[in-house]
């Protein structure tokens, strides 16, 4: 490979930037904007914002070639209440080559410490808390040999909007919400809550169910699969043309509070289509 340099992102980076994001994008994921850029840049987003404030300011940095092409860009930070680094997010168009400088040099900017690799959602995308495993196999393949350690942690879903068939729960309160932002259904017979769930302002034509619960001596009575229903119509309403969701389905074995068996066979009945599995990973000194 020619000759490749490292350098703090600048203003100019930020078309080459956006297209190298735009080149990983996930079916279902809204185009990368400046003004995601600009959120990620500064260490924000509008979901797991709370992790994000825990942070150091993020250090993101481009590698080129000769000519001053930008291919490949990585952003990583510190967290300096136990002094863990982050790998925030990386992208070079899936070249192996490129992958494995990212990943080194960042590493190597963050010295001897624990690192944590795609842990928490960055602003660039609606939600992706974690790394698409199948669809990034460069980046994964980087991050192993460099001596990360991978955990399956979540399943990223689709649908097109609107969806056909599916029941509609009666009698749902909505009120807005802001963490994340969007809106709060539930559903209730009198004063007992039998089922809620969040849904996320669409962003660009893709609307995030954020979450489902059933109450646990109410399930099995059709409630979740009414509520969804309810929940993709107001988000079908709010203009949204496809909605996206992730199932946390890292349970372990013999947990029941946390099993995600019913979920998921509800999401693929509904018409839902895995597009990933997300993996966070981490590295020790």
């Not at 297209?19 to 003004?35: C, E, S, V």
């Not at 790394?131 to 040999?145: F, G, I, K």
């Not at 309160?173 to 709060?184: A, H, N, Q, S």
Request: charged share 25%; aromatic share 6%; net charge negative.
């Amino acid at each position: 490979m020619a000759q490749l340099s490292v350098q703090p992102y600048a203003a100019e980076d930020e078309a080459a930037v956006l297209d190298l994001a735009a080149a990983d994008r996930l079916p279902g994921q809204p185009p990368t904007t400046a003004a995601m850029l600009a959120e990620a840049l500064a260490g924000r987003s509008p979901v797991d914002g709370g992790w994000w404030a825990e942070l150091a300011p993020p250090v993101t940095e481009v590698i080129h070639n000769e000519s001053g092409t930008v291919l490949g860009v990585v952003s990583y930070t510190t967290r300096p209440s136990d002094g863990a680094g982050f790998l925030l997010w990386l992208h070079c168009r899936e070249e192996p080559a490129l992958a494995k400088a990212l990943v080194a040099h960042a590493l190597d900017r963050l010295g001897e410490r624990p690192v944590h690799a795609f842990e928490f959602a960055s602003a660039l995308t609606l939600g992706l808390e974690g790394l698409p495993a199948h669809r990034r196999p460069a980046t994964r393949q980087a991050l192993e040999d460099a001596g990360f350690t991978g955990r399956d942690l979540w399943r990223y879903m689709r649908s097109p909007l609107p969806i056909a068939g599916l029941p509609r729960a009666s009698h749902v309160t909505v009120e807005e919400c802001e963490d994340p932002p969007g809106k709060r259904l539930e559903l209730r017979e009198g004063e007992e809550l039998l089922a809620e769930a969040t849904i996320g302002r669409p962003v660009a034509g893709v609307g995030v169910l954020w979450w489902i619960s059933v109450a646990p001596p109410t399930r099995r009575r059709g409630f979740g699969l009414s509520l969804l229903g309810s929940a993709l119509d107001l988000l079908t309403g709010l203009g949204a043309r496809e909605a996206i969701l992730y199932v946390d389905d890292d349970t372990p074995p013999g947990d029941v509070e946390r099993d995600r068996t019913a979920a998921n066979s509800m999401y693929d009945r509904a018409g839902f289509t895995e597009v990933d599995r997300l993996h966070s990973f981490t590295c020790s000194p």
